[in-house]
């Protein structure tokens, strides 16, 4: 561990969903406007090498990174937050620390030792915790541990935090997020849960620094005391955490009770320059008052789950308070979308964006829903699959290719529009096989999408294994659907239009993985502004 570098590492008790990733990219946002350079990273204890196999109901949305790593969906809000790009070395799982460690072993690194948890698990996860640190780019770099104190396969991270504490200290600093339930029978906080948490924590050889407690009602005077006296905190260093009615307002509550300052107190680090947070505040003003409204319907077959489409709402909450609206998302199984009903499910609202997803289920839901909006003149934005549906639609309905499918769907199907990638087709194993992270993209003369964006070429970033198909980009070109986004290297369509329809288009692309409270995404701003502009004209 570099000496200059400084760690905070936040963890969680009492129960899972608590908010770590926001507590972590709130504290780390304050820091940054504090002048801090400063990074986070997400360890999870599950064995998967990374969550690019999960499916959705698992683990929510599977975030891509520029450098084409599958991640933990809290990596999105930390680049949201800090407006940094993050990467393979943000997000390590167990399934990854082991099977370096076994990869070792193979080559006979540890010269016929026996290989164990402690000390060589948790050596790699201690080397893996810095080595962000150690690039000389950060000043402070908060880990978050996924999961809570008690699970067992969390406890060889817990036992590195402890290792690191003691081989540096006061380069170290343990933020632990807890729950305090209310009981309404009694009308009482309670913080024995907290208090129980601690121990476990304290069992395990970490001592939390500073508690962070979620709660419904505002934490009085004595459950502070309290919870410091039980939990051997300071009495500045118990931070309540109060359900929030938008995730950005946190990094403000936070500030209010000045834990940026007492976490740097604790690093031993200057709290001189106080944090600007004008335009932060600018934007949660924003979100939070709005001038008015716009309904969009998000088509998708996960949509019972709205993480799995996290990056996706962001997107359209940064784009809508650019544009001042209030978005409010209409969630739209695909699956219960037919020709029969997809004109009365979609009716009223003001766009419609028919989202990613893999596989045949619910997307001939999609294919309808993008009839509709094509038809009937709704701003459309379609993204990866939901670009695939949109050339099959056309393909179909306009082309008059009654056997256009995407062969992932329709394996022998008459027309694939849509087929496998050509390096693709060798390709056995699943994880990590796809084509991911970022690639360029070269847009066409006056083209909407070089409207949107301002600049002659792109990029973006992907995760996909098909891809429109070529040999079709003439016929559709001629009836009206125009191929406006072209990857330089490989000729790869990355976004189509249509020029006749008021706005409709869909991209290849992912633009979801790059939209930030600073720089909200281009095309999202563009869709929520043609939203509101239908909403006031239909």
Known sequence: MASSTKYIFVTGGVTSSLGKGIVASSL???????????????????????????????????????????TDLDLGHYER??????????????????????????????????????????????????LLGQSGD????????????????????????????????????????????????????????????VKTLQENGVQPDILVCRS?????????????????????????SLDAKSIYEVPMKLHEQDMDAVVLSKLGLSAEIKPDMRDWQDFVDRVMEPKS???????GKYVELHDSYKSITESMIHAGARNEVKVNVRWIHSEALSVDNAGESLKGLDAVLVAPGFGSRGFEGK??????????????????????????EYSRNVLQLKGANSSEVEPDCAQPVIGLMSEQKQVTNMGGT????????????????????????????????????????????SAGM?????????????????????????????????????????LFVAFVRAAKTYNTTK
């Not at 104190?149 to 006061?170: C, K, M, N, S, T």
């Not at 909407?448 to 559709?476: P, Q, T, V, W």
Request: aromatic fraction near 8%; proline fraction near 5%; hydrophobic fraction near 35%.
């Open 28 to 70: 780390g946002t304050l820091l940054q406007a504090r002048g801090y350079r400063v990074t986070i990273q997400k360890f999870d204890p599950y064995i998967n090498i990374d969550p690019g196999t999960l499916n959705p109901y698992e683990h929510g949305e599977c975030y891509v990174t520029d450098d084409g790593a599958e």
């Open 81 to 130: 937050f800090l407006n940094r790009p993050t990467s393979q070395a943000n997000n390590v799982t167990t399934g990854r620390v082991y099977q370096s460690v076994i990869d070792k072993e193979r080559r006979g690194d540890f010269l016929g030792k026996t290989v164990q948890v402690i000390p060589h698990i948790t050596d790699e996860i201690k080397h893996r915790m810095q």
């Open 138 to 197: 950060y000043d402070i770099v908060i880990t978050e541990i996924g999961g809570t104190v008690g699970d067992i396969e969390a406890l060889p991270y817990i036992e590195a935090v402890r290792q690191l504490r003691w081989e540096h200290e006061g380069h170290c600093v343990c933020i632990h997020l807890t729950l305090i339930p209310y009981l309404r029978v009694t009308g009482e906080l309670k913080t024995k849960p907290t208090q129980h948490s």
């Open 216 to 240: 419904e009602y505002a934490l009085d005077a004595s459950v502070r005391e309290k919870l410091a006296l039980f939990c051997n905190v300071t009495p500045n260093a118990v931070i309540e």
């Open 293 to 299: 409204q716009v309904e969009i319907g998000l088509i």
């Open 367 to 392: 294919i309808e829903a993008v009839r509709i909006a094509r038809e009937q003149g709704i701003p459309f934005l379609g993204i990866c699959f939901g670009m695939q549906a949109a050339v099959i």
């Open 434 to 477: 796809m084509r991911l992270g970022a690639c360029d993209c070269v847009l066409s003369e006056g083209s909407r999408a070089k409207e949107i964006y301002g600049k002659d070429s792109i990029s973006e970033r992907h995760r996909h294994r098909y891809e429109f198909n070529n040999a079709y980009l003439e016929d559709l070109a």
């Open 482 to 522: 125009q191929a406006s986004g072209i990857n330089p290297q490989t000729g790869l369509v990355e976004i189509i239009e249509v020029s006749d329809h008021p706005w409709f288009l869909a991209v290849q692309f992912h633009p979801e993985y790059q939209s930030t409270v600073v720089n909200p995404h281009p």
